[in-house]
């Protein structure tokens, strides 16, 4: 009699255990990704030859064209610019710098985008490190100071400043001027709301204010922010340790809280690049918002039915003799580290940022003032601006360039704002819950609310080896 087969016998053919381990469906599979990665191994490169850029922003692209253009024909190597979504941009931004595979020569990123590259050790950072080139060409005297500092990990810059951005507030002169009131008299938040308040009157006798003071709603990450930085806070301190859960943060968080809401309230939620905001703003129904260089253009191509109406001034202080603006938003220009040509990738940088036509052409499409500051003599600064009233608004940002607060490159400070954002929030149900609306009697819940997201934040930097080591070096 012949023996049983043993069944336990291990198998010894690997196509035999494909066999087995694979239905039709996952051989297909199998055989797709094979025949796609030999199409890939042989699919001929065809990226064009000299040096790749990309942008974001569609009004920086349509005024490099003209430059680039200019440069492609008297100059080697080619610069070949892209536009691309912004998601699209730090997408294939970040995975080509995690996955160290070739990206664009010269990337131009936001804030925002920008810090992503900061998370690992510095060696790791997808940018070139530009530190020594800005020193030894002079661009660091030439250039404000606080707009480095968005681009400066551990002390090494890793890009060329594109703005400033300033802030100060735009105001509905029509309205304000009407009622007879004088602007010049506020120097503080709290002169602005007393000054302001009869603008609040309940005209039409339906019990509510006609309109509100200030565009500021618990939602609005960015002007939470830039609230925080003008009285003097900070998310990171100037060694990018964790500094949510500080006093003047506490106390800013628990003033907007009595803005919006309680009886005090001044506030409406207009939020910029919306129907609804703008609407809001066109029928006078908020008085008042916070405004960097750059929104102003925004404001002429969303909003022109408000060109005559709107004037600036500058921010209101937290307290007599703070700073009267803050900053919101920025932009950099970076030369990836996996380039081939970085010595041609920073002359072609320097063409473009460092460009007195681009810069007067940044000012007078887009309102954007240079942060180069032996351009801010030119007198293109001072037109006059219909839209505003006839005044000069890039004399006028340009006056307050300096003091614009220094600001964290953090890759942790997009949810960092985000925790401030959800602190405050809590924050303004506690008040209608208790029915507190004074900011001493808030200032207790907004220290437990940041401690809060002070915590949140830390743990997540501490699982970061990199950024912690460096931290407990600096201290």
Same mark, same amino acid.
């Given at each position: 009699?012949?023996?049983?087969?043993?069944?336990?016998?291990?198998?010894?053919?690997?196509?035999?255990?494909?066999?087995?381990?694979?239905?039709?469906?996952?051989?297909?599979?199998?055989?797709?990704?094979?025949?796609?990665?030999?199409?890939?191994?042989?699919?001929? *490169?065809?990226?064009?030859?000299?040096?790749?850029?990309?942008?974001?922003?569609?009004?920086?692209?349509?005024?490099?064209?003209?430059?680039?253009?200019?440069?492609?024909?008297?100059?080697?190597?080619?610069?070949?610019?892209?536009?691309?979504?912004?998601?699209?941009?730090?997408?294939?931004?970040?995975?080509?710098?995690?996955?160290?595979?070739?990206?664009?020569?010269?990337?131009?990123?936001?804030?925002?985008?920008?810090? $992503?590259?900061?998370?690992?050790?510095?060696?790791?950072?997808?940018?070139?490190?530009?530190?020594?080139?800005?020193?030894?060409?002079?661009?660091?005297?030439?250039?404000?100071?606080?707009?480095?500092?968005?681009?400066?990990?551990?002390?090494?810059?890793?890009?060329?400043?594109?703005?400033?951005?300033?802030?100060?507030?735009?105001?509905?002169?029509?309205?304000?001027?009407?009622?007879?009131? *004088?602007?010049?008299?506020?120097?503080?938040? *709290?002169?602005?709301?007393?000054?302001?308040?009869?603008?609040?009157?309940?005209?039409?006798?339906?019990?509510?204010?006609?309109?509100?003071?200030?565009?500021?709603?618990?939602?609005?990450?960015?002007?939470?922010?830039?609230?925080?930085?003008?009285?003097?806070?900070?998310?990171?301190?100037?060694?990018?340790?964790?500094?949510?859960?500080?006093?003047?943060?506490?106390?800013?968080?628990?003033?907007?809280?009595?803005?919006?809401?309680?009886?005090?309230?001044?506030?409406?939620?207009?939020?910029?690049?919306?129907?609804?905001?703008?609407?809001?703003?066109?029928?006078?129904?908020?008085?008042?918002?916070?405004?960097?260089?750059?929104?102003?253009?925004?404001?002429?191509?969303?909003?022109?039915?408000?060109?005559?109406?709107?004037?600036?001034?500058?921010?209101?202080?937290?307290?007599?003799?703070?700073?009267?603006?803050?900053?919101?938003?920025?932009?950099?220009?970076?030369?990836?580290?996996?380039? $081939?040509?970085?010595?041609?990738?920073?002359?072609?940088?320097?063409?473009?940022?460092?460009?007195?036509?681009?810069?007067?052409?940044?000012?007078?499409?887009?309102?954007?003032?240079?942060?180069?500051?032996?351009?801010?003599?030119?007198?293109?600064?001072?037109?006059? *601006?219909?839209?505003?009233?006839?005044?000069?608004?890039?004399?006028?940002?340009?006056?307050?360039?300096?003091?614009?607060?220094? $600001?964290?490159?953090?890759?942790?400070?997009?949810i960092a704002k985000e925790r401030v954002r959800d602190a405050l929030s809590r924050l303004r149900e506690f008040a209608e819950e208790k029915q507190l609306f004074t900011i001493?009697?808030?200032?207790?819940?907004?220290?437990?609310?940041?401690?809060?997201?002070?915590?949140?934040?830390?743990? $997540?930097?501490?699982?970061?080896?990199?950024?912690?080591?460096?931290?407990?070096?600096?201290?």
């Open positions: 009699m012949q023996p049983l087969p043993n069944v336990y016998e291990p198998r010894n053919s690997l196509l035999t255990t494909l066999r087995a381990a694979l239905s039709p469906g996952g051989w297909t599979i199998v055989i797709l990704a094979l025949l796609s990665t030999l199409l890939v191994l042989l699919r001929p *490169d065809t990226r064009r030859p000299g040096i790749d850029m990309w942008v974001f922003a569609r009004p920086h692209h349509e005024m490099y064209v003209p430059n680039v253009e200019s440069w492609n024909a008297s100059r080697d190597p080619d610069l070949n610019l892209y536009l691309l979504s912004l998601p699209a941009l730090e997408r294939r931004m970040s995975s080509g710098f995690l996955s160290d595979t070739p990206v664009a020569d010269l990337i131009e990123a936001d804030v925002r985008v920008a810090s $992503r590259a900061f998370t690992g050790p510095l060696e790791d950072v997808g940018f070139l490190d530009l530190t020594d080139r800005i020193k030894e060409s002079g661009i660091l005297e030439e250039i404000n100071a606080p707009s480095f500092t968005p681009w400066t990990s551990r002390g090494r810059i890793f890009g060329l400043p594109h703005d400033v951005h300033p802030v100060m507030l735009a105001y509905r002169a029509d309205l304000v001027e009407a009622a007879g009131i *004088d602007v010049s008299s506020i120097e503080t938040w *709290d002169d602005f709301i007393a000054v302001m308040k009869p603008l609040m009157a309940d005209g039409d006798g339906d019990g509510l204010p006609d309109r509100y003071l200030l565009n500021v709603w618990e939602t609005q990450i960015d002007t939470i922010e830039a609230f925080i930085l003008q009285a003097g806070g900070c998310y990171f301190d100037d060694l990018e340790r964790v500094a949510i859960d500080g006093e003047v943060n506490a106390r800013v968080i628990a003033t907007i809280a009595t803005w919006v809401t309680g009886p005090n309230r001044i506030a409406v939620d207009a939020q910029e690049f919306t129907a609804s905001g703008n609407r809001l703003k066109l029928e006078g129904f908020v008085v008042a918002s916070i405004m960097p260089d750059w929104l102003g253009g925004v404001w002429k191509h969303d909003m022109a039915d408000l060109s005559g109406k709107i004037k600036l001034m500058p921010l209101p202080a937290w307290e007599e003799g703070g700073c009267r603006t803050t900053v919101w938003g920025g932009t950099m220009l970076g030369i990836a580290r996996s380039t $081939r040509e970085p010595e041609a990738a920073w002359e072609l940088a320097k063409h473009l940022y460092l460009s007195e036509d681009l810069a007067q052409q940044l000012y007078e499409s887009n309102g954007i003032i240079s942060p180069i500051t032996r351009l801010w003599t030119r007198e293109f600064y001072d037109e006059p *601006d219909p839209f505003f009233q006839g005044q000069a608004p890039g004399r006028m940002y340009i006056d307050l360039a300096p003091s614009v607060p220094h $600001r964290t490159s953090s890759p942790f400070n997009q001493e009697e808030l200032l207790p819940e907004a220290r437990r609310q940041l401690e809060s997201a002070h915590e949140d934040i830390q743990r $997540r930097v501490d699982r970061n080896f990199f950024l912690k080591a460096s931290s407990q070096e600096q201290r």
